[in-house]
Each structure stands twice: as C-alpha cells, then as structure tokens.
C-alpha cells in the first residue's frame, strides 16, 4: 500500500472541507461544532501558508490529510482520513511518513478518550502509553517514540 504524501495546494480546499464536515471526524473534533465553507476557507488559507500540511492521495484520489500545528512550543499532530479510506492501514503508513518527514521533537497529539482507533494509531506506529493521570475530568497519556514526545489528552464522556 503506497500512498502518496504531498504538501497542501489552494486545490485541495474543497476535499479537505468534506473531510472536516463528516460526522465522525467533527466528534472527534476538540471543537466538534460544525463548520462553513466560509470558516472553512479562511481556516485552510492560513494553514497552508504556516504548517506542515500533508495531503494524502492513492492512485490520484484523495485520502486525507495530516497536518502538524505550531501552537506555543509544541507541534499538534493531526490526522483525518476519508470515511471509505479508514481501517486499511492508510493511517498508519501516512502517520509513520509524516512523522518521518517533519522530523520535529514536542510533537504533542490531543485525542478524546474515546477515541479508540486513534489512540490503537499512535500506539500501532511505535508510541508507549504511560498513564500519567490528568485533572479536570481529563485523561493525560505521555507517549515517547525515538525523539518525539506526544501527549494525549482525552476528554472524560461523565
């Protein structure tokens, strides 16, 4: 499974706005509020000039996208995947390659508690999970891999 990882293009707008729109994708949103192609627009044109924006395309057609926010002194690692697109692995290849071409330390993830797959994603690419406990109704898991230092912080459903 060879996936193609390129940078994003003004182009890629409208797939990336699909993708942020779908159900499951805004749930597992830290912001899960929907969201307008207006919003939407100004959000990519600020992204694509300032991140690491990674588009992820097999045999021409789209994916998803991973993406790594600068947000104070850490890197916010992000990933999305097409709903046709998920559990074949895509993540997982596109993940490891991203992480490999950033090639940043305090590369942090923020992922809700029950949000299983991602957690089993990061997990699957070679991070350790250290429950280290949270505060606030929150779940804080520090994860090492090689340089990288990604911390999880889920969301408690009480």
Not at 32 to 38: C, F, G, H
Not at 50 to 65: A, M, P, S, T, W
Not at 83 to 105: D, P
Request: glycine share 6%; with cysteine.
């Amino acid at each position: 499974m060879i996936l193609n990882i390129r940078k994003a293009e003004h182009k890629d707008i409208q797939n990336v706005y699909m993708l942020f729109v779908d159900k499951t994708v805004r749930l597992a949103s830290k912001d899960p509020s929907s969201i307008t192609l207006e919003e939407h627009e100004v959000w990519f044109n600020s992204r694509i000039l300032q991140d690491e924006f990674f588009i992820l395309e097999k045999n021409g057609e789209f994916v998803g996208e991973v993406r790594v926010d600068k947000k104070n002194n850490e890197n916010v690692v992000s990933i999305e995947l097409v709903k046709k697109h998920r559990n074949k692995g895509y993540g997982f290849e596109a993940l490891r390659k991203c992480l490999q071409l950033i090639n940043k330390s305090n590369v942090v993830a923020y992922i809700k508690s029950n949000n299983i797959a991602s957690i089993k994603l990061f997990q699957k690419v070679g991070f350790v999970e250290l429950l280290t406990g949270g505060g606030g109704g929150m779940k804080k898991y520090i994860i090492y891999m090689y340089n990288y230092l990604v911390v999880f912080i889920g969301i408690s459903q009480s």
